[in-house]
């Protein structure tokens, strides 16, 4: 992120009539940061979003834009019911005699 892109950011920020939020939070483990890699998911105005985008991706490779304020954090929580659901899913799946295992077999789940 270059000199100037942080300081239009800071500009934006500073002279709002009303304070910008910016949820972001972040998909990625710890080799994630290690290789740059993470996932922004931003929720906020539009206009903050483009102002702070170069900054997320000085950080990680992807950033997406989920609409309005509270709208990051909850995708990041559907992440982690989807991920959490397919990773019980995938344990259970493979049990003798589960009704998962007969489902996944199938390819209904």
């Not at 709208?71 to 982690?80: D, H, L, M, Q, Y």
Request: one cysteine or more; a negative charge.
């Amino acid at each position: 992120m270059t000199r100037n892109q942080v300081e239009s950011l800071f500009c934006l920020l500073s002279t709002a009539s009303s304070p910008i939020l910016l949820d972001a939070p972040v998909s990625g483990g710890v080799l994630v940061v290690e290789a740059v890699t993470l996932t922004f998911m931003v929720g906020s105005l539009q206009e903050a979003y483009l102002a702070a985008e170069p900054l997320f991706l000085s950080m990680g490779n992807h950033t997406i834009y989920c609409g309005g304020n509270g709208n990051g954090a909850a995708t990041r929580i559907c992440n982690n019911l989807t991920m959490t659901e397919f990773s019980w899913d995938v344990k259970y799946a493979g049990a003798p005699g589960s009704v998962y295992r007969h489902l996944f077999l199938m390819n209904l789940i």
